[in-house]
């Protein structure tokens, strides 16, 4: 009898070494249980849709509480939030009356939103600049915990430390998202609080996406469940599909490689840096879109269709064609609710001058340098004399800061530290550049990649520094390949007369795109990960001394001889990152050929696929826990 206690009082309790995660066995057991009660309700309740959504409702509260603990109170205070905030609005919507107080209660829900989020998640980034700026050496103090010790002779919870709750940003997303659709009339209000509950909380996504809309999410609780043979087919796949970028690609090549060189990279060798910053590249697309397909598989079990939140991103030909692959239910949250309320492709606002001069001004006073305060005040007074004196060119510049305001406070989502910042900087300029770039001719291009191609020669000669070394390498590859594109787009014989692609492109120049953007964007990694599993306390001095060490790691002395001897020894990390670019950059129709035959196997065919699977997943778990890194966000 003890020992049945016992095991129910580890079932339903916290504990934090043991969450629910798509990695192991105890969330499938978890699943399994779901879908045996899943299935008793759809095929005997009569009120099936509603006892179903308040069944995944709980299911999803309890599945929170084995991630997180009792930051589920947390999440339930936000979806109660959200509800009432969107009945009250078209309560007031319905009596006609004033615009104005269905603004103010759409403004307090988002506020309220907006603060827990950055309490919980910017508390230390806020007062590490505040002591910057003022000279103070202030504390974080968690006042929740302290509050909680009021009532306990004991103090159950430590006061010096704020926890970030997993999954916050993506579930307060999520509800602000369906808090101005349902102000703008673009939907209605949930029809009751166990079906918004449900939308909010849905397990499989619940912790790190994608995120949802209610447009496109609620109509779906009042259908009645469906599966047929090729959906759960597809299920499985995007299951196994899932385990096998995480465990087998992601973890093992976070273990085993990358993860050493970022904690030390003076330790090793350029190549392995360089080599780690690739790794890297593939390792957060394998961790995050393998998460998302396991989500969208088992959600596809349970009748229910998440959107697609990855298109081989790696794939992109440019920064932007990036984006509107990587990510895409955040880049379109984004679009959305930030860029176009900001003004968008139309215009600038008040709002958009305003976060633009306030990042500006903070890095002027952070880093404190005469050379920063320099280029800052002269980009400030640029972009200042451009909209005065060049009225035509106003709306093309509102939409630059409008761009570089999103990915700048799209950087800061990710996380609290400098380097997420200069993360999303760095891609805001990638759109800028690309902005222009395609907007100019041959002629101009050509001037554009000599004096840049010179200017970065010169630097490099003046002023040699290994870091010098990384940069003039990357400037000099981009502007020499580009123009060698150039030269040979014109040549009719490998020009678009004779293959078949689109106006003004060719082969040749779809490939050096695709390569570059590639460099660019795995560049822009280095700061993404140097500022990861970072204590929030220690995250800006920590993570930007790794990103400067690695880029002079990779910008000192090569050793050819030596990379022989490193390939050999990290053999099955270059045959991981050789096979997952590969399969990445397979055609996209090669793909949907073996998802579809795979779902159309015989179903003992089927089992022994997923019982080899299970067999490789097991030979690549690690001892250590890799939770997915978007849990952290």
């Given at each position: 009898?003890?020992?049945?206690?016992?095991?129910?009082?580890?079932?339903?309790?916290?504990?934090?070494?043991?969450?629910?995660?798509?990695?192991?066995?105890?969330?499938?057991?978890?699943?399994?249980?779901?879908?045996?009660?899943?299935?008793?309700?759809?095929?005997?309740?009569?009120?099936?849709?509603?006892?179903?959504?308040?069944?995944?409702?709980?299911?999803?509260?309890?599945?929170?509480?084995?991630?997180?603990?009792?930051?589920?109170?947390?999440?339930?205070?936000?979806?109660?939030?959200?509800?009432?905030?969107?009945?009250?609005?078209?309560?007031?919507?319905?009596?006609?009356?004033?615009?104005?107080?269905?603004?103010?209660?759409?403004?307090?829900?988002?506020?309220?939103?907006?603060?827990?989020?950055?309490?919980?998640?910017?508390?230390?980034?806020?007062?590490?600049?505040?002591?910057?700026?003022?000279?103070?050496?202030?504390?974080?103090?968690?006042?929740?915990?302290?509050?909680?010790?009021?009532?306990?002779?004991?103090?159950?919870?430590?006061?010096?430390?704020?926890?970030?709750?997993?999954?916050?940003?993506?579930?307060?997303?999520?509800?602000?998202?369906?808090?101005?659709?349902?102000?703008?009339?673009?939907?209605?209000?949930?029809?009751?609080?166990?079906?918004?509950?449900?939308?909010?909380?849905?397990?499989?996504?619940?912790?790190?996406?994608?995120?949802?809309?209610?447009?496109?999410f609620i109509p779906q609780l009042y259908k009645p469940y469906f599966l047929s043979r090729r959906q759960f087919g597809i299920a499985v796949f995007w299951i196994l599909n899932g385990l096998l970028?995480?465990?087998?690609?992601?973890?093992?090549?976070?273990?085993?490689?990358?993860?050493?060189?970022?904690?030390?990279?003076?330790?090793?060798?350029?190549?392995?840096?360089?080599?780690?910053?690739?790794?890297?590249?593939?390792?957060?697309?394998?961790?995050?879109?393998?998460?998302?397909?396991?989500?969208?598989?088992?959600?596809?079990?349970?009748?229910?269709?998440?959107?697609?939140?990855?298109?081989?991103?790696?794939?992109?030909?440019?920064?932007?064609?990036?984006?509107?692959?990587?990510?895409?239910?955040?880049?379109?949250?984004?679009?959305?609710?930030?860029?176009?309320?900001?003004?968008?492709?139309?215009?600038?606002?008040?709002?958009?001058?305003?976060?633009?001069?306030?990042?500006?001004?903070?890095?002027?006073?952070?880093?404190?340098?005469?050379?920063?305060?320099?280029?800052?005040?002269?980009?400030?007074?640029?972009?200042?004399?451009?909209?005065?004196?060049?009225?035509?060119?106003?709306?093309?510049?509102?939409?630059?800061?409008?761009?570089?305001?999103?990915?700048?406070?799209?950087?800061?989502?990710?996380?609290?530290?400098?380097?997420?910042?200069?993360?999303?900087?760095?891609?805001?300029?990638?759109?800028?550049?690309?902005?222009?770039?395609?907007?100019?001719?041959?002629?101009?291009?050509?001037?554009?990649?000599?004096?840049?191609?010179?200017?970065?020669?010169?630097?490099?000669?003046?002023?040699?520094?290994?870091?010098?070394?990384?940069?003039?390498?990357?400037?000099?590859?981009?502007?020499?390949?580009?123009?060698?594109?150039?030269?040979?787009?014109?040549?009719?014989?490998?020009?678009?007369?004779?293959?078949?692609?689109?106006?003004?492109?060719?082969?040749?120049?779809?490939?050096?795109?695709?390569?570059?953007?590639?460099?660019?964007?795995?560049?822009?990694?280095?700061?993404?990960?140097?500022?990861?599993?970072?204590?929030?306390?220690?995250?800006?001095?920590?993570?930007?001394?790794?990103?400067?060490?690695?880029?002079?790691?990779?910008?000192?002395?090569?050793?050819?001889?030596?990379?022989?001897?490193?390939?050999?020894?990290?053999?099955?990390?270059?045959?991981?990152?050789?096979?997952?670019?590969?399969?990445?950059?397979?055609?996209?129709?090669?793909?949907?050929?073996?998802?579809?035959?795979?779902?159309?196997?015989?179903?003992?065919?089927?089992?022994?696929?997923?019982?080899?699977?299970?067999?490789?997943?097991?030979?690549?778990?690690?001892?250590?826990?890799?939770?997915?890194?978007?849990?952290?966000?």
């Amino acid at each position: 009898m003890k020992d049945i206690t016992t095991f129910l009082t580890d079932l339903l309790s916290f504990n934090q070494d043991y969450p629910l995660l798509f990695t192991q066995f105890n969330f499938w057991a978890f699943f399994l249980l779901v879908m045996i009660f899943f299935c008793i309700i759809v095929s005997t309740s009569k009120k099936k849709q509603t006892l179903r959504n308040g069944y995944l409702f709980l299911v999803s509260l309890f599945f929170y509480y084995k991630t997180s603990g009792l930051f589920v109170l947390l999440l339930l205070l936000s979806t109660l939030l959200g509800y009432f905030v969107g009945i009250r609005m078209d309560k007031i919507t319905a009596k006609g009356k004033g615009r104005w107080r269905s603004t103010l209660w759409m403004i307090i829900a988002v506020v309220i939103n907006l603060g827990v989020l950055c309490y919980f998640k910017y508390a230390y980034f806020f007062t590490d600049i505040y002591n910057t700026l003022v000279g103070t050496e202030y504390t974080v103090i968690n006042h929740l915990a302290q509050f909680a010790n009021t009532f306990s002779s004991t103090p159950h919870f430590d006061a010096d430390v704020i926890i970030l709750p997993v999954g916050i940003s993506f579930y307060t997303f999520q509800n602000i998202s369906y808090i101005v659709d349902v102000y703008k009339h673009k939907i209605p209000h949930a029809g009751n609080v166990l079906d918004f509950g449900f939308y909010t909380t849905f397990f499989p996504q619940l912790v790190a996406g994608p995120i949802i809309r209610a447009d496109q999410f609620i109509p779906q609780l009042y259908k009645p469940y469906f599966l047929s043979r090729r959906q759960f087919g597809i299920a499985v796949f995007w299951i196994l599909n899932g385990l096998l970028k995480k465990i087998v690609l992601s973890d093992y090549l976070a273990v085993n490689f990358v993860d050493r060189v970022f904690d030390n990279p003076s330790l090793y060798t350029p190549f392995e840096n360089l080599s780690a910053l690739f790794a890297y590249a593939l390792q957060i697309y394998a961790d995050f879109s393998g998460y998302t397909d396991i989500a969208i598989g088992v959600a596809v079990l349970m009748g229910f269709y998440l959107p697609l939140n990855f298109n081989s991103p790696y794939k992109a030909t440019s920064p932007e064609d990036f984006w509107h692959r990587w990510h895409m239910s955040l880049s379109t949250w984004l679009r959305d609710y930030l860029y176009i309320p900001l003004g968008g492709n139309r215009k600038g606002s008040v709002a958009s001058f305003l976060i633009l001069g306030v990042f500006l001004a903070a890095v002027a006073f952070i880093v404190r340098t005469q050379w920063v305060t320099i280029a800052v005040s002269a980009l400030a007074t640029l972009i200042l004399a451009g909209y005065i004196f060049f009225p035509k060119h106003r709306k093309s510049m509102n939409t630059s800061i409008n761009n570089m305001d999103t990915m700048l406070l799209g950087g800061l989502w990710h996380g609290a530290s400098y380097n997420f910042i200069t993360w999303g900087a760095l891609n805001g300029m990638g759109l800028l550049v690309f902005k222009y770039w395609k907007r100019w001719g041959a002629i101009v291009r050509t001037i554009l990649l000599i004096l840049i191609g010179g200017g970065m020669g010169y630097a490099w000669w003046r002023w040699p520094s290994p870091t010098m070394n990384f940069f003039g390498v990357w400037v000099l590859l981009f502007c020499l390949g580009t123009l060698l594109v150039m030269l040979l787009s014109l040549i009719p014989a490998i020009g678009k007369q004779r293959t078949g692609y689109k106006e003004g492109d060719n082969p040749l120049k779809h490939v050096w795109n695709i390569f570059m953007t590639f460099l660019f964007i795995t560049f822009t990694w280095l700061f993404f990960r140097s500022g990861s599993n970072v204590d929030p306390a220690e995250a800006n001095d920590v993570a930007w001394n790794t990103a400067l060490a690695m880029l002079n790691q990779i910008g000192s002395q090569w050793h050819p001889e030596q990379i022989p001897a490193i390939l050999n020894n990290y053999m099955t990390v270059f045959i991981l990152l050789a096979l997952g670019l590969i399969i990445h950059w397979l055609p996209a129709r090669f793909k949907r050929r073996y998802r579809l035959w795979f779902a159309k196997m015989p179903l003992w065919l089927m089992a022994v696929a997923v019982v080899a699977v299970v067999f490789l997943v097991y030979q690549f778990i690690t001892a250590d826990l890799q939770p997915f890194i978007y849990f952290q966000f």
